[in-house]
């Protein structure tokens, strides 16, 4: 192998574990999973308007009945294909959604917004374009003597992880042959022994190979499941994928996040059935086997599910839907004080729309967000503002 090439190998697959924590997290810790959507999903479909007569009439063909939706409160309603999944857990209180949610920024592209999210930071003025929200927590919750270990699940370093903290990533939807064999591993193990980042190469590698470890056995659970199930899979990708990372959360991880694409849906988005329903029974169905797999664990978990923006009220010529403002987030978690749609609403008439085309937005993500991290984690204001500066924090008594 050439030296170029080699180096190149290893920053592609090595230095994003460099900052690996080996540490296992205590079952009563808390754990936080954020869920990034990215494409901006129909929140109008995910929770429907139920009360509202403006929205069966602006979505004649994509629009939920209110009679398929299911009942969440007298305004609201959820979609049918989260039936099996997310609908018990707020029958049992650990679900709740936050609708006219989401950023001020107001440029509608899925890139320049999706960045903005990320960095969690003041629209006006300067911004440090390398500084994850994230990755502000996690070296928040890390200072002094307290170890909380985090994990971007996915193949490259997000925005949002990015920062003054070093944090690993690792895909786990893939169990395949690492990038670097054991050789070149002790070779480059090797060229920084000595050297100031000789500890972080070390940790690096051990959290790859503990990874891969825990990766590798379950694949085997996979490989058992699907003879137990005569080859019949019950769910697609995500669920797979979720179930992998609360394993690894379960044992390990208590900080994490996973990006799941796929939801820009400007043409033929279905409505009670459809494309659009297929990704949210998936969706569901996946984050209702990361509750399972998490055990007991699950009691002192959080997941938060957000996405860029939401979608246009009205249907577009092509039975989709484009690109919009407010969204609706999800909250779920084993102790949370859910079974609710909490935050700022408004009616759902032409009145209230934005740009006479989208939900507002009456609950800023960074005050929400932040509500929940100084809850979830006892934040002082001194330190909430480390993670988002200047923001009055949203509490909406969830956790």
Same mark, same amino acid.
């Given at each position: 192998?050439?030296?170029?090439?080699?180096?190149?190998?290893?920053?592609?697959?090595?230095?994003?574990?460099?900052?690996?924590?080996?540490?296992?997290?205590?079952?009563?810790?808390?754990?936080?999973?954020?869920?990034?959507?990215?494409?901006?999903?129909?929140?109008?479909?995910?929770?429907?308007?139920?009360?509202?007569?403006?929205?069966?009439?602006?979505?004649?063909?994509?629009?939920?009945?209110?009679?398929?939706?299911?009942?969440?409160?007298?305004?609201?309603?959820?979609?049918?294909?989260?039936?099996?999944?997310?609908?018990?857990?707020?029958?049992?209180?650990?679900?709740?959604?936050?609708?006219?949610?989401?950023?001020?920024?107001?440029?509608?592209?899925?890139?320049?917004?999706?960045?903005?999210?990320?960095?969690?930071?003041?629209?006006?003025?300067?911004?440090?374009?390398?500084?994850?929200?994230?990755?502000?927590?996690?070296?928040?919750?890390?200072?002094?003597?307290?170890?909380?270990?985090?994990?971007?699940?996915?193949?490259?370093?997000?925005?949002?992880?990015?920062?003054?903290?070093?944090?690993?990533?690792?895909?786990?939807?893939? #169990?395949?042959?690492? !990038?670097? *064999?054991?050789?070149?591993? /002790?070779?480059? %193990? =090797?060229?920084?022994?000595?050297?100031?980042? +000789?500890?972080?190469?070390?940790?690096?590698?051990?959290?790859?190979?503990?990874?891969?470890?825990?990766?590798?056995?379950?694949?085997?659970?996979?490989?058992?499941?699907?003879?137990?199930?005569?080859?019949?899979?019950?769910?697609?990708?995500?669920?797979?994928?979720?179930?992998?990372?609360?394993?690894?959360?379960?044992?390990?991880?208590?900080?994490?996040? #996973?990006?799941?694409? !796929?939801? *820009?849906?400007?043409?033929? /988005?279905?409505? %009670? =059935?459809?494309?659009?329903?297929?990704?949210? +029974?998936?969706?569901?169905?996946?984050?209702?086997?990361?509750?399972?797999?998490?055990?007991?664990?699950?009691?002192?978990?959080?997941?938060?599910?957000?996405?860029?923006?939401?979608?246009?009220?009205?249907?577009?010529?092509?039975?989709?839907?484009?690109?919009?403002?407010?969204?609706?987030?999800?909250?779920?978690?084993?102790?949370?004080?859910?079974?609710? #749609?909490?935050?700022?609403?408004?009616?759902?008439?032409?009145?209230?729309?934005?740009?006479?085309?989208?939900?507002?937005?009456?609950?800023?993500?960074?005050?929400?967000?932040?509500?929940?991290?100084?809850?979830?984690?006892?934040?002082?204001?001194?330190?909430?503002?480390?993670?988002?500066?200047?923001?009055?924090?949203?509490?909406?008594?969830?956790?």
């Amino acid at each position: 192998m050439q030296r170029r090439h080699f180096l190149q190998t290893i920053a592609a697959t090595a230095l994003p574990l460099l900052s690996g924590r080996l540490y296992a997290a205590a079952e009563s810790q808390p754990r936080l999973l954020l869920v990034f959507l990215r494409g901006g999903y129909d929140a109008a479909s995910l929770l429907v308007p139920v009360s509202s007569p403006f929205y069966t009439q602006v979505r004649p063909n994509i629009g939920i009945a209110q009679n398929v939706a299911l009942s969440l409160t007298a305004d609201w309603g959820l979609h049918p294909a989260l039936r099996e999944s997310i609908f018990p857990l707020y029958q049992q209180g650990q679900a709740a959604f936050i609708p006219y949610a989401g950023t001020d920024d107001l440029s509608r592209s899925h890139f320049e917004t999706q960045d903005s999210m990320e960095l969690g930071q003041p629209l006006q003025g300067r911004r440090d374009l390398g500084s994850g929200f994230l990755n502000r927590l996690a070296s928040v919750l890390n200072k002094d003597s307290n170890r909380v270990a985090t994990m971007s699940f996915t193949e490259q370093l997000p925005l949002i992880m990015q920062g003054s903290m070093q944090i690993a990533n690792a895909g786990v939807k893939n #169990v395949g042959k690492p !990038g670097i *064999d054991a050789r070149q591993s /002790q070779l480059i %193990a =090797s060229m920084y022994q000595g050297k100031a980042l +000789a500890k972080q190469v070390d940790e690096g590698f051990a959290t790859r190979d503990q990874v891969n470890q825990q990766m590798s056995a379950m694949q085997e659970e996979d490989k058992s499941m699907t003879e137990i199930n005569r080859n019949a899979v019950s769910t697609k990708g995500f669920a797979l994928e979720a179930r992998r990372i609360g394993k690894l959360m379960q044992q390990q991880y208590a900080l994490g996040f #996973v990006d799941v694409g !796929g939801w *820009d849906t400007h043409v033929n /988005q279905g409505a %009670a =059935s459809g494309a659009l329903a297929t990704k949210f +029974a998936e969706l569901g169905a996946g984050l209702a086997a990361y509750a399972d797999e998490l055990g007991s664990a699950w009691n002192n978990t959080t997941v938060v599910v957000v996405s860029e923006f939401g979608r246009t009220l009205r249907e577009n010529g092509n039975r989709g839907t484009d690109h919009g403002h407010g969204s609706v987030y999800w909250v779920l978690g084993g102790g949370l004080h859910g079974g609710k #749609v909490v935050g700022a609403q408004c009616a759902v008439e032409q009145k209230t729309l934005f740009q006479n085309r989208d939900y507002p937005i009456l609950n800023e993500y960074r005050s929400t967000l932040g509500g929940l991290f100084a809850r979830l984690y006892g934040l002082s204001p001194k330190q909430l503002d480390e993670v988002f500066a200047g923001i009055k924090p949203n509490e909406l008594g969830l956790v």
